[in-house]
């Protein structure tokens, strides 16, 4: 596989430097990502990135993940328009172990020739002193050449105004220096040939090869993705809630998924290319089929499926997938049971929510007394109305119907504490005995 010809179909490609090419075609090429472990999980913004360091392997090429555990304690100006919160030590080396845990779901550790690898750059800094830092590495960059990076241009020359930038600390502005010496010490100690990232990291990649030229007189190479924006131009890997993130326990699969599907055709057609590895034929085939019934969504669904699979699993894919459907009136009961609190609570986001007493529960006569007066008249308004419904058939409860008025209330609490309550198609209702 030719990873410059890969990453150009997929849309995935946005520049590198002269040389790269031959460099990736002359044998098994090293090649890193540096990732901040700002936060305990990466999101699906730093998935696009990851998936750089797929293909990277793919193409039979060597990758390594870099953590950041030092430069995680500056913070990278790029892109930014204030400077971040620093995190401590402690928080950050949390973070570090949540994100590596992460990319070994997606890069393989099977030991061979171009077997992937993690490293952290505050190995080799936590040895250097400050003055040391300035005398071996600072010297060989001047401000004037820093200075003329987007990242700290942007920040520096910002207007006035709500949303002005608060400035650039010697801080932030130090982190290129960093971050090319990272590109330095793997390139003298790794063999790394080849620094990639986002296209917004351009300008921080670029200065490490400038240092290997300076202080080894080495020739090093950068190549970065198009970094994914919505179509509002903003990064990619946000919703409304927030960022997406790859850790369940932050963005519960069912979320997760729901957020593929959810997509524009446009952009369900853009990102299936960037987060799968289906190849160009099966993707051209998903497309066609698309377009000859859009309302189907075959795009989103299979961008949604290979996604959620890689991420979590094949088990939590087809759980989201059943949890989907509930509001669609499909599933039963057992579909029920089996959902997580934090999924069942996910698909019912949004639905009217009701708590009402377990001993009260327990001692209510029947259904009818259960849906107006126990609910406090959120679900019907009086006796009658829930009882005219009952009898036309208009209700469930737990996907169980309700066959007649007088009907004692299921004590089969989902999770041992909800009640889904179905009123004709469309209304639902989430019961919570406490």
Do not use: C
Request: aromatic letters at 8%.
């Amino acid at each position: 596989m030719n990873l410059i010809e890969e990453l150009r179909w997929r849309g995935m490609l946005h520049d590198f430097m002269p040389g790269t090419e031959e460099q990736l075609a002359s044998g098994m090429t090293t090649g890193y990502i540096g990732f901040d472990p700002t936060a305990s999980s990466l999101h699906i913004g730093n998935l696009a990135t990851i998936m750089l360091l797929v293909h990277l392997q793919r193409a039979g090429h060597k990758p390594v993940a870099l953590v950041g555990g030092a430069t995680g304690m500056i913070g990278d100006p790029s892109g930014k328009s204030a400077e971040r919160n620093l995190l401590s030590e402690e928080v950050l080396r949390a973070n570090q172990e949540g994100i590596r845990k992460q990319l070994e779901k997606f890069l393989h550790f099977d030991g061979a020739q171009n077997s992937a690898e993690i490293v952290n750059n505050y190995d080799w800094f936590k040895e250097f002193s400050f003055l040391g830092f300035l005398r071996d590495v600072g010297k060989h960059l001047t401000v004037n050449y820093m200075m003329k990076k987007d990242s700290v241009k942007n920040r520096i020359n910002a207007q006035e105004g709500d949303n002005a930038a608060e400035g650039l600390s010697f801080t932030e502005f130090s982190y290129q220096l960093l971050q090319g010496y990272d590109f330095y010490h793997l390139y003298k100690h790794k063999n790394v040939r080849l620094q990639m990232g986002a296209s917004d990291q351009w300008g921080n990649i670029t200065t490490g090869t400038e240092l290997i030229r300076r202080m080894d007189g080495g020739k090093a190479f950068a190549l970065v993705g198009k970094l994914v924006t919505k179509a509002d131009g903003t990064k990619f890997g946000k919703s409304e809630g927030g960022n997406i993130w790859l850790d369940p326990e932050m963005t519960s699969p069912y979320k997760f998924y729901q957020f593929w599907l959810n997509l524009a055709d446009e952009e369900a057609a853009k990102l299936i290319k960037v987060y799968t590895l289906l190849p160009q034929d099966e993707i051209a085939r998903i497309t066609e089929e698309h377009q000859q019934a859009p309302h189907l969504r075959v795009l989103q669904k299979a961008l949604a499926k290979e996604v959620t699979t890689t991420v979590h699993s094949a088990e939590e894919y087809e759980s989201a997938v059943e949890a989907s459907e509930i509001l669609f009136g499909k599933g039963d009961l057992e579909t029920l049971r089996n959902l997580k609190e934090d999924t069942l609570l996910a698909v019912f986001e949004g639905v009217p929510q009701i708590t009402v007493s377990k001993d009260a529960l327990a001692t209510t006569a029947n259904a009818v007394d259960f849906l107006s007066e126990l609910t406090n008249a959120e679900i019907f308004a009086s006796k009658g109305e829930a009882k005219k419904m009952i009898q036309n058939g208009g209700v469930s409860i737990n996907r169980q119907k309700v066959a007649r008025p007088e009907e004692a209330v299921t004590t089969d609490l989902l999770q041992g504490k909800y009640l889904v309550v179905q009123k004709g198609k469309k209304n639902y209702y989430l019961v919570k005995a406490e």
